[in-house]
């Protein structure tokens, strides 16, 4: 990964729009800038970046963070660190004071930024003027690079290899969180590094829920099975979802299958450069709306995938984002009968320089387990 690249481009979009300072919480923008994974704590971690190219980023931390960010940053940095005694409040003094933030204008990710660091630095650059910049950060992380698309690629071959070895363990009478259970046991198996979010896995009428939560229901004949998964790789993860079927399905249920089925197929073939994100959406859909379905296709047909499990561009009814090569997204067609059935397919698709690759493999066929 080339992070100077990345934050020297970063600077140049900020020094464009006007922004002069970036500050940035433990996120995925921050992973992104730095390779650098952290999780929010009752410590405040910072990144904070200037538009000016003559500046160093600058990064308030803990004390007990120094070695890891001194070792693993790949460019210098100056370091503000504080430690538990003395507290935070200083070093937000300080790092308004090295950064000149007061009459500035300070980009914030309106999503991410906490209330415990944005009164610090509204105490400390009082008539700093602060922005939202979330925009500008995913203008920058939309189009993959190569790295970026070989870890996905990565992810998604080992989720697929751990859900193949679950199914062929998974047997009538076991519960939601049976199947669960395995479809981890299997991920720590194959190398993952954890889940990119909790799995979903439904069986029954529960099937029609599009963000269940497994629970203690025994799978029974004639049941979908529903399981929506995606596992971590490093910082990238994969996000798939297939529906099985517990022994024999009904001709219903079987019909309203093929009906996602195509509904994936439409949405994958219609992507590709020059596409707009609602095209894509609009190719999904029409199959089902077509197949008298559509008020049961409540959801988006996608979302971008990278260092998130839901970040831009989103593949939806209204969004004209141009679709360009090196865009990772979901398409994720369902249909969901309340108490009754519910089918979604799930692939992840990367757009080409003449078209779309489908990175996901698991075969797409209604399978009987």
Request: with cysteine; charged share 25%.
């Amino acid at each position: 990964m080339d992070y100077e690249a990345r934050l020297n481009g970063l600077q140049e979009r900020l020094g464009k729009q006007g922004i002069d300072v970036l500050a940035l919480l433990p996120g995925a923008n921050l992973t992104y800038l730095t390779g650098i994974t952290k999780e929010l704590s009752e410590r405040p971690l910072l990144f904070f970046l200037s538009s000016s190219h003559l500046a160093r980023p600058t990064i308030l931390l803990p004390h007990l963070e120094v070695e890891t960010f001194s070792r693993a940053l790949p460019y210098e940095v100056a370091l503000i660190p504080y430690t538990d005694e003395e507290g935070y409040t200083p070093a937000f003094a300080k790092a308004a004071k090295a950064l000149n933030l007061a009459g500035r204008t300070l980009g914030v990710e309106a999503r991410s930024m906490r209330l415990l660091e944005l009164r610090q630095i509204e105490q400390n650059a009082s008539t700093a003027k602060i922005v939202e910049v979330d925009e500008i950060l995913s203008h920058g992380r939309m189009r993959k690079d190569q790295d970026e698309i070989e870890a996905i690629r990565t992810a998604i071959r080992v989720s697929e290899e751990s859900l193949l070895a679950t199914c062929a363990q998974v047997k009538s009478g076991m519960t939601e969180r049976d199947v669960q259970m395995l479809l981890n046991m299997e991920m720590l198996k194959n190398g993952a590094d954890g889940n990119g979010f909790p799995p979903i896995v439904l069986s029954g009428p529960r099937a029609a829920l599009p963000h269940g939560v497994a629970g203690e229901r025994p799978l029974q004949e004639r049941d979908p099975l529903l399981i929506d998964y995606g596992f971590r790789v490093g910082a990238y993860s994969a996000d798939i979802t297939r529906t099985f079927s517990i022994g024999t399905t009904s001709p219903e249920w079987k019909e309203i299958y093929e009906i996602v089925r195509m509904a994936n197929e439409a949405g994958r073939q219609a992507a590709g450069p020059g596409v707009t994100a609602e095209q894509v959406d609009a190719a999904a859909r029409k199959v089902i709306v077509d197949a008298g379905y559509g008020k049961y296709f409540n959801h988006r047909t996608g979302h971008g995938l990278g260092l998130e499990i839901h970040e831009p561009p989103y593949i939806v009814s209204g969004n004209k984002t141009v679709l360009q090569p090196g865009m990772v997204f979901t398409v994720e067609p369902g249909i969901y009968l309340a108490d009754k059935v519910g089918v979604r397919i799930e692939d992840d698709v990367v757009i080409t320089q003449d078209g779309a690759e489908t990175l996901s493999t698991y075969p797409r066929e209604l399978t009987s387990l």
